[in-house]
């Protein structure tokens, strides 16, 4: 466990040499609200599931040495490019067998929650039991048990040859591809009955350089706890997995790592991503924009509050999944949510809040609701963090969580940012990026009016019923329970005391 947090070992020092020091009054701090900061020769953000399947199918055909997945869930059957015929894209698990097969120097690492086969959506029988394509010495796929009770591994990384990295809030399972459209009715976005799954929306960030090997390290890290196999970084050999068609967002760019573990056996509490979220709302001028699946966290509705309290405070544009999936996640995150909408909306005093969930026609006179999975913070045009890391307690405190960071340091990582704030806006809205650029300037920079201007089609965003109803405004009963901020485990007092 001490991979984790001390830099002793000759690989932890050949890492850290190329860890940032970070600019004086910049949000992120090496340490505090971030575990490194290391640079990237390129960095991109894909939007949706689409994107960020097709490049990664890319980059694994390039890979020669190592392929590291780390998931909350994990399923071989899906295809990264269903829009392709099976030849041309063949499901993920035969895919990655064949590169073994195909490359005699490479290894491919899975590991999944161990908890993924009760409780996520793939399949759990080739998890528990394996499946054909996993016979062969150089292809291992593991279930991590190194975690609390209640607590999941909630990392969604792919490192490739420690040259390249995905970061996001995505993971290689089924119900996670989907188009920009978001169409209620893509037939292409189908489940194993046959029916088509909801639209959902999510984002995943690309990063190669000394950030992608930082990256890597937090992989190895969760690897030898659940295995206690030591990985040797990757020996760079000049090979460029970078997909050749993907356009690089950022270039020459520093990427801050922050994660969350709690503290287990020998592990101690990593909590740099709360730090992280907390300083970086705090540190808002004029904007805050939000996608998250869950906003439920107190903490976060205190930094909030503090926000919509000052007189010049930032505007904050939430958008957030509408409904909640099963009784224990209505109960709650979805009772939560709500309560914490209402919060702060008796606390905005000067309209500067606005809570939407995005829909989109169905062809028969309704609409359909995109689920949200992404995890995207973006403050002013200054500050990005795409990650695994929801906005709710156990995501600060119980569930390992890997969240990445830029802060712009100059003009072009401004525009870059808040380039990316407008696309997204876009595409909720179904107009051009230019356009929402354009009515944002037109309505002086404020994001509030510019939505509302542009909010009239019938694919849009819609505002929640707690901005409107005087509810309750605390956090549910049953939330430490069923949302903790930190491990439970009966057992560990009498450990304690027997050690």
């Known amino acids: 466990m001490q991979l984790l947090e001390e830099t002793t070992t000759r690989q932890e020092l050949q890492f850290a040499q190329a860890a940032l020091r970070l600019p004086e009054g910049s949000i992120l701090r090496s340490g505090q609200n971030c575990w490194r900061a290391a640079p990237a020769d390129r960095a991109s953000v894909l939007i949706d599931g689409a994107p960020y399947f097709a490049c990664l199918e890319a980059a694994l055909r390039r890979a020669r040495r190592s392929i590291l997945i780390i998931g909350w869930d994990f399923d071989g059957s899906i295809r990264l490019r269903p829009d392709a015929s099976a030849e041309e894209s063949p499901p993920l698990g035969p895919l990655l067998r064949t590169l073994v097969e195909a490359n005699p120097e490479l290894e491919v690492r899975i590991l999944v929650w161990s908890v993924a086969v009760v409780h996520a959506p793939g399949a759990p029988g080739p998890l528990i039991f394996g499946a054909e394509w996993q016979d062969h010495p150089r292809l291992h796929l593991k279930l991590d048990t190194h975690h609390p009770l209640y607590a999941a591994h909630h990392q969604k990384i792919v490192c490739i040859d420690d040259a390249l990295a995905f970061v996001g809030g995505m993971d290689l399972t089924v119900e996670r591809w989907d188009t920009h459209r978001h169409a209620c009715d893509d037939p292409i976005r189908l489940k194993d009955d046959g029916c088509i799954y909801e639209p959902v929306h999510d984002l995943q960030m690309v990063v190669d350089g000394e950030a992608a090997r930082s990256v890597a390290e937090v992989g190895y890290g969760r690897w030898k706890s659940a295995t206690g196999e030591d990985l040797s970084p990757a020996m760079p050999d000049g090979a460029d997995p970078w997909p050749e068609e993907l356009a690089a967002d950022f270039v020459n760019v520093p990427v801050a790592i922050a994660r969350t573990y709690p503290a ?82 008796k606390c905005d005093h000067y309209d500067r809040l606005r809570v939407y969930y995005p829909v989109i026609p169905n062809g028969a006179g309704g609409e359909c609701q995109v689920l949200i999975h992404s995890k995207l913070i973006i403050v002013d045009d200054v500050f990005l963090r795409v990650g695994s890391s929801n906005l709710n307690n156990r995501s600060m405190g119980l569930d390992s969580e890997c969240d990445l960071a830029i802060e712009a340091t100059g003009e072009e990582e401004r525009r870059t940012i808040a380039c990316l704030r407008d696309r997204l806006l876009a595409e909720h809205l179904e107009t051009q990026p230019d356009t929402f650029t354009e009515v944002l300037e037109e309505a002086g920079g404020s994001l509030i009016r510019a939505i509302d201007r542009l909010n009239m089609a019938v694919r849009g965003l819609r505002p929640f019923g707690a901005m409107a109803d005087d509810g309750p405004d605390a956090p549910a009963p049953g939330t430490g329970l069923l949302d903790p901020l930190e491990p439970f485990e009966p057992l560990s007092l009498f450990r304690r005391r027997k050690g």
Do not use: C, F
């Open 264 to 345: 287990w056996g020998d592990q101690p509490a990593a909590q740099e991503a709360a730090a992280l979220t907390l300083d970086a709302l705090s540190a808002a001028r004029k904007s805050i924009y939000i996608e998250a699946q869950y906003m439920t966290a107190p903490a976060i509705g205190d930094v909030l509050e503090q926000r919509l309290a000052d007189p010049d405070g930032p505007e904050i544009v939430v958008i957030q999944t509408h409904e909640s999936h099963g009784w224990a996640e209505e109960l709650v995150m979805g009772t939560n949510r709500d309560r914490l909408i209402r919060r702060l909306r």
